[in-house]
C-alpha cells in the first residue's frame, strides 16, 4: 500500500519535472523573440555592469599597490606587531622631540637670567642703580 | 575570479531570462529593465571577484532582492499576498486527477496538433500570461526550478525558505498552468 502511494508520488513529481522543464524550453524560445529595442537595453545595462565591474577591480587593485608599496618601500614585509609598532614610532619621536625642546629652551632662558645676574653682580654700578629713575632716564638718552 | 569574458558570457546568458521573469512578477517592461539594470551593476560591484560558478546563485539572489524592494516601493505587496491567499482557496478540486493532467498537457505542448489549431507563437504568449498569473512566490519557485535549471536547495538558497517549501509552491505552480492551459484549450 505505502510502495504504490510512494510509486504515485515519485511518478507525480516525475510528470511535475517534466511539465515544468517542457514549459522552460518554451519560455527559452519565447525569450528569444524579445524585440529589438529590449535586446538593445539589455545590451547597454550589461556593458554598464561589465564597466563599473573593471573600475571596481581597478579601485581595488591600486589600493592595493598603494598599501604594498608603502610597506615595502619603508618597512619591508614587517610582521603585524611590527608594523604597528613601526607605525607609532614618529608619533613617539615627535612627543620625546618636543619635551626636550623645551627643556632645552628652559635651560636657555635659565642660562640667560644667571649671565644677567652674573654681569650685574661683577659690574662696578651698584644693582641699586637701576632701580633710580633718573638713572634709567640717562641710560634711554646714552642709548638714543 | 571571475574574468571579463566569464562575467559577459554569463549576464548574456541570462539577461533576457532575467528581464522576462521580472516583467511576469512586475508586469511593466521599463521596471523591469531598471531592475534587471541595477541587478547586473551590483552584481558586477559587488560579487564580480566572486568565482564564476557562484554567479547564478548570487545573481538570482540578487534580482530577487531588486524585486522585492522594487514591490516594496510599489507598496503592493499587499496585493501579492492577497494572491497566494486567492489561490490557496481554489486548490482543493476533488475531480482533478493529476496524472491523468499532467501527461496529456505535457504531451500536448509544442505537438502539431496545437500549433495548427491555435499558432505556436499564440501557445507561446499564452503560457507567458498563464505564468504572469501566478501567485508570486509559486512563480518564482517555478522559474528559479524549471527555468534557471537551479536544484531544489539552491531554490531555497535564493528565495530564503525551506526546500519543503519549495517542492510545495513548484508542485502548486504546475498543476495550476496546467489546469489553466488545459481550459484555454492547449490541452486536448
Known amino acids: 500500500m505505502n510502495s504504490t502511494v510512494n510509486r504515485q508520488a515519485a511518478e507525480a513529481e516525475r510528470l511535475e519535472a517534466r511539465f515544468g522543464l517542457r514549459l522552460g ?17 539589455l545590451r547597454v545595462a550589461r556593458e554598464q555592469a561589465l564597466a563599473s565591474a573593471r573600475s571596481s577591480r581597478l579601485l581595488t587593485a591600486s589600493t592595493d599597490t598603494v598599501v604594498g608599496n608603502g610597506r615595502s618601500a619603508v618597512l619591508g614585509r614587517l610582521p603585524g606587531w611590527l608594523f604597528r609598532f613601526a607605525s607609532v614610532m614618529p608619533l613617539v619621536v615627535l612627543v620625546a622631540g618636543m619635551v626636550l625642546i623645551d627643556e632645552w629652551h628652559d635651560r636657555a632662558q635659565i642660562e640667560a637670567a644667571a649671565d644677567v645676574d652674573v654681569n650685574l653682580l661683577a659690574d662696578d654700578l651698584p644693582p641699586d642703580a637701576y632701580s633710580d629713575a633718573g638713572f634709567v632716564e640717562f641710560l634711554k638718552e646714552d642709548a638714543q | 575570479m571571475a574574468t571579463d569574458k566569464e562575467l559577459t558570457d554569463f549576464l548574456k546568458s541570462v539577461e533576457k531570462r532575467a528581464f522576462k521573469r521580472t ?3 512586475v508586469r511593466d517592461d521599463d521596471a523591469a529593465l531598471d531592475i534587471v539594470q541595477d541587478s547586473m551593476i ?6 564580480a571577484d566572486r568565482p564564476a560558478a557562484e554567479l547564478p546563485l548570487v545573481f538570482q539572489r540578487i534580482m530577487s532582492n531588486a524585486t522585492m524592494d522594487w514591490f516594496r516601493r510599489q507598496k503592493v505587496r499587499n496585493a501579492v499576498i492577497q494572491n497566494l491567499s486567492d489561490f490557496d482557496t481554489g486548490d482543493d478540486d476533488g475531480d482533478f486527477d493529476l496524472l491523468e493532467l499532467l501527461t496529456t498537457v505535457e504531451g500536448s505542448l509544442g505537438s502539431e496538433s496545437a500549433a495548427d489549431t491555435v499558432g505556436r507563437e499564440q501557445i507561446l504568449l499564452l503560457i507567458e500570461k498563464e505564468i504572469a498569473l501566478l501567485p508570486g512566490r509559486q512563480r518564482e519557485a517555478f522559474l528559479l526550478r524549471y527555468w534557471e535549471e537551479l536544484d531544489v536547495a539552491e531554490t531555497a538558497t535564493v528565495m530564503g525558505c525551506s526546500e519543503g517549501s519549495v517542492k510545495t509552491h513548484c508542485s502548486r505552480a504546475v498543476h495550476a498552468l496546467a489546469k489553466s492551459l488545459r481550459a484555454k484549450g492547449i490541452a486536448p
Not at chain 1, 25 to 41: F, G, K, V, Y
Request: charged share 25%; aromatic share 8%.
Open chain 2, 23 to 25: 516583467v511576469y512578477a
Open chain 2, 42 to 47: 551590483r552584481l558586477a560591484q559587488k560579487y
Open chain 1, 25 to 41: 524550453a518554451l519560455l527559452n524560445e519565447q525569450a528569444a523573440r524579445t524585440p529589438h529595442d529590449i535586446s538593445e537595453r
